[in-house]
């Protein structure tokens, strides 16, 4: 799941967007020039990998990247494919 989220262009070009402020969706989708409801459909995967977090502020979703989740990630692949002996 975790791998299957990473596996799409735009799923990664919105983590490098969250990785430097957080967003909200209709700005993601100017910013890659797709639509807002494209936008909710790559953010929902993302969310449910564990890569971005989503903040409510009054009646905006706000999300942002999260790097500890992904380090975890990254550090258990690394170990998977190359163990430790």
Known sequence: MQLKALSDRNRILILRMLARNKEYGAKIAEYLGITTATVSH????????????????????????????????LKQLQEFISPKL
């Not at 993302?46 to 380090?71: D, M, P, R």
């Open 42 to 73: 790559h953010l929902e995967l993302l969310k449910k990998a564990g890569f971005v977090k989503e903040e409510k502020v009054g009646t905006i979703k706000y999300f942002s990247y999260n790097q500890e989740h992904a380090e975890a990630t």
